[in-house]
């Protein structure tokens, strides 16, 4: 029945390292798309992907405002394709030498606060240490696994924070709100949700007001998948 396929995907726990998981948890859009379907008459599955999201979380760490589509914008001004702009940007963030120049001049010239950002890789890699809350000192052998370990580590971990945060907060006003439509899994920055057609503009409001992020929002698009 209709129930019984959603429903086992229903629970979220906790694990040890503040990772959100549950049954669903590496199930792909196309597995959705093929295979489940709304408990709801006249439901259906929605997606819901933040659109550049680390890179927004750095615009944040910068103190900048997020932006609808770094990608895109950049793309149409240089007259390529989003995913390659994308994968330069993302190389380039990480550390890798290996990214196209022109990509990130632009990027750079178009946001230059994220200098903060350059200047501070380039301080803490050249120290190779660094120094815990409780005194702890760590020394890396040299500048790329300072750079790896620790630096690439701090980008990616406070991305998963902030979106198991957000996760949490829709869920919890999903529940206060004692709406229907329930979210059953996630996938890197994107989420599934279980959609009561009457509850759709409850939902995209909760959505909203849960990607808040200091005085803007992670942008995000909604799309149905089932």
């Known amino acids: 029945s209709k129930g019984k396929i959603v429903e086992k995907f229903l629970h979220f726990f906790n694990t040890k390292t503040g990772r959100l998981s549950s049954k669903f948890h590496t199930i792909n859009r196309e597995y959705i798309r093929n295979n489940i379907i709304s408990r709801f008459d006249n439901g259906k599955i929605i997606s819901v992907d933040y659109s ?11 103190s900048l405002n997020t932006e609808n589509d770094v ?5 149409h001004e240089l007259n390529l394709k989003r995913d390659y702009v994308k ?8 550390g890798s030498q290996d990214y196209d120049k022109i990509v990130i001049l632009l ?9 903060e950002f350059i200047v501070y890789r380039k301080e803490f890699i050249s120290k190779n240490e660094y120094t815990c809350l409780s005194g702890k000192k760590i020394v890396y052998e040299d500048e790329l696994a300072a750079q790896k370990k620790y630096l690439n580590g701090e980008i990616q971990n406070f991305s998963t924070i902030k979106f198991n945060d957000m996760i949490r907060d829709i869920i919890s006003n999903i529940e206060t709100s004692k709406l229907e439509s329930k979210l059953i ?20 409001e909760i959505i909203k007001n849960s990607s808040k992020i200091k005085d803007s929002f992670f942008p995000f698009k ?5």
Do not use: P, V
Request: aromatic content about 18%.
């Open 107 to 115: 990027f750079n010239r178009k946001y230059s606060k994220i200098d």
């Open 87 to 94: 994968n330069n940007i993302i190389s380039w963030l990480y």
């Open 185 to 204: 899994g996630t996938k890197y920055d994107q989420f599934f949700i279980d959609l009561k057609q009457s509850e759709e503009e409850t939902i995209k």
């Open 71 to 75: 990608y895109l914008n950049i793309a």
């Open 222 to 226: 909604l799309t149905t998948i089932g």
């Open 52 to 62: 550049c999201f680390e890179i927004n979380i750095l615009f944040f760490l910068c």
